[in-house]
């Protein structure tokens, strides 16, 4: 298996997307879809224990001014904490990668788990001063709320609250003791193949999004129940297939739209709309203006 990291050519800066939820806890979020690995970075106090989750691709943590390498991989989780010294962010991240990361406060901390300081080692006063170091793997209900949490659609306003929400849920997954719970949670998601399924699902129906197929044809060619195709779809993108394509769809617009390489009936053609007045009311109904007066906004 090739070394991702093993080219350095073409390197690129990203920056996070960041959510401050309260004081000391924050949500950083990381999405390379270029062709090039990007160098994202943020300093971070010491006081600060780091989750970092990454969902797609790779990318890997640079410590020392590069002399120290460390390897996030698809589906691995990380946890770092080091009171002693700081661990600032140095992340090289590869093309197509997705990162989702905490960033909490040692005392914030304390006040969530403050009961729970028996099984969560690094809580117990005689290891507050001493460093921490876990990695692990995302179970799939966690991937659930990473994915729901980086796939937010509501209103921009409310995301805050609805990210609040979902990072606690990920941490009480996270810190589970008893694995068998995380089971019985997701009794859909325990089967890999059931998720390698929904992923295909999805990439099905943006590749064919003029024509796309009809919900049973696409549960026929996944080979899965169109209930679980449902049901599935659901938990893991946060949205029904159709509701996420036509998202997807008017984000796709609106970035050609953006280019101005395109009039505003070449752009429904490309998304899937046979006449430019149901392109146009669907373009309004997601951004509540028409395309015409949003390209002219731009200028």
């Known amino acids: 298996m090739l070394n991702p990291f093993s080219h350095q050519k073409n390197v690129a800066q990203g920056f996070f997307t960041e959510i401050p939820l309260e004081e000391g806890f924050i949500v ?15 300093q971070i106090d010491n006081s600060f224990i780091q989750f970092h989750f990454c969902i797609n691709g790779s990318c890997e943590f640079l410590f020392n001014n590069g002399n120290y390498k460390l390897p996030l991989l698809k589906d691995q ?37 403050s009961t729970e300081a028996n099984y969560i080692s690094f809580l117990s006063n005689e290891n507050k001063d001493k460093k921490y170091y876990k990695d692990g793997v995302i179970s799939p209900s966690q991937f659930i709320v990473l994915k ?15 990210t609040k929400g979902k990072v ?8 589970n003791r008893n694995e068998d719970a995380d089971i019985e949670q997701c ?25 796309p197929p009809s919900l049973q044809e ?13 049901e599935g779809f659901k938990q893991i993108y946060g949205d029904s297939v159709y509701s996420f394509l036509f998202d997807y769809k008017m984000e796709f617009a609106r970035k050609l739209l953006e280019s101005g390489k395109y009039n505003v ?4 053609h490309k998304v899937g709309y046979s006449t430019a007045s149901h392109f146009i009311s669907a373009f309004k109904k997601k951004y509540g203006t028409t395309p015409k007066k949003y390209i002219m906004s731009l200028n």
């Open 77 to 113: 989780s990380l946890l770092l904490y080091n009171p002693q010294r700081e661990l600032p962010i140095h992340l090289e991240v590869c093309s197509e990668t997705i990162i989702v990361s905490l960033l909490i406060s040692i005392n914030k901390f304390h006040s969530l788990f």
């Open 187 to 211: 009794p859909f998601l325990v089967d890999e193949s059931n998720v390698t399924k929904i992923k295909k699902a999805k990439d099905i129906i943006i590749s064919r999004m003029i024509e």
């Open 168 to 175: 606690y849920e990920l941490l009480a997954l996270y810190f």
């Open 148 to 162: 729901q949490i980086h796939n937010y659609n509501l209103n921009t306003s409310l995301r805050p609250l609805f």
């Open 218 to 230: 696409l549960a026929d060619e996944i080979d899965l129940s169109l209930k679980k195709l449902k």
């Open 28 to 42: 950083l979020t990381f999405e390379n879809d270029s062709s090039k690995n990007q160098i994202v970075e943020r």
């Open 265 to 268: 009936n070449e752009v429904g």
